[in-house]
C-alpha cells in the first residue's frame, strides 16, 4: 500500500471521528437542555400531573416485611409514554388506565406464600401477606395496606356504581377498590388487581 493512499483513509477516519464527536456533543446538549429545562415548559407538557404535590408521605419497607422509616419521596409522574414503555400492555391499561383483569386470571388470587406485595409501577411497598384472605372473589383480597399512608382513597363513580378506587401513593398506579365487607379486624376488603403487584417471597 502505497504511502498516500494511508494518508487518504487515516484523513477519512479522521473526519468520521470530528464527524461522530460533533454529534456526540449535539445529543450531549439536547440532554442537558431537557435537564435545564424551565419547569414551566414540562408543566406545559404533563398539565395533568402540574397541580399535584411533589413529595407524598409513604412508609418504607424492606423486602423482607421489616418497617423501616416514614418519610417523604418524590411522586413519580410519568407520560403515559413512559409508562407504555416500562409496561406489559395488559398491566400499562389496569394500572394506568384503570381496567380491571377478569376474576381467576391473575397470578396472586390464589398464592398463600408470606411476603410483601409491592406496586408493579414504583415498588411502593403496598400490602404483607399477613392480611391476605380467600375471599372467593378471584382477585387477590386483603383486610389492610402494610402502611395507610402508602395507598390512597378516591372516590369512583364509573360504570354507573359508586366504590373507592386505590392507588399507589409514590405513583398512582391505579391498584383496585376497597369495600366494608371484608373481615376483622378492620372489616375492609382491598380487592387488588395481581397485575398491579409485584410478590416478593420472605426467605
Ligand atoms: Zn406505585
Avoid at 49 to 56: Q, T
Amino acid at each position: 500500500m502505497f504511502d498516500s493512499e494511508l494518508d487518504q483513509k487515516g484523513a477519512t477516519n479522521l473526519r468520521r471521528r470530528l464527524f461522530l464527536s460533533s454529534v456526540a456533543a449535539a445529543i450531549g446538549g439536547l440532554a442537558l437542555w431537557q435537564w435545564k429545562m424551565p419547569a414551566l415548559l414540562r408543566a406545559a407538557r404533563e398539565p395533568v400531573a402540574s397541580s399535584e404535590p411533589k413529595e407524598v408521605t409513604i412508609v418504607l419497607f424492606s423486602d423482607s416485611g421489616e418497617r423501616l422509616k416514614r418519610g417523604r419521596v418524590s411522586r413519580i409522574v410519568k407520560t403515559a409514554a413512559e409508562w407504555r414503555k416500562q409496561l406489559p400492555e395488559g398491566v400499562f391499561d389496569i394500572t394506568r388506565n384503570a381496567d380491571t383483569e377478569i376474576a381467576f386470571s391473575g397470578k396472586y388470587w390464589n398464592v398463600h406464600d408470606q411476603g410483601i406485595y409491592r406496586c408493579i409501577c414504583c415498588d411502593n411497598a403496598l400490602f404483607d401477606s399477613a392480611t391476605k384472605f380467600d375471599s372467593g372473589t378471584g382477585w387477590p383480597s386483603f383486610w389492610a395496606p402494610i402502611a395507610a399512608e402508602n395507598v390512597t382513597d378516591t372516590r369512583d363513580t364509573s360504570y354507573g356504581m359508586i366504590r373507592t378506587a386505590v392507588s399507589c401513593t409514590q405513583c398512582d398506579a391505579h391498584l383496585g377498590h376497597v369495600f366494608d365487607d371484608g373481615p376483622q379486624p378492620t372489616g375492609l376488603r382491598y380487592c387488588m388487581n395481581s397485575a398491579s403487584l409485584r410478590f416478593i417471597k420472605k426467605t
